[in-house]
């Protein structure tokens, strides 16, 4: 069920994409991909925080 989880942002964004390519908004649909592919970039790129430990 997890993977599931970890899945459906990614076929949400799917699923729009398709539907505002087939309602022939096509530029609307690239935008929303290439700002898709970017967060997920971003995501995987980006510093991880560093959480403060109480000394």
Sequence with gaps: MATLKGLL???AVLA??????????RLLATAVSLAWLAWCV??????????????
């Design 9 to 11: 942002p990614w076929l």
């Design 42 to 55: 971003w995501t995987w790129i980006r510093p991880t925080r560093r959480r403060s430990r109480p000394d």
């Design 16 to 25: 729009l994409v398709m539907l505002l390519s087939a309602l022939r908004l």
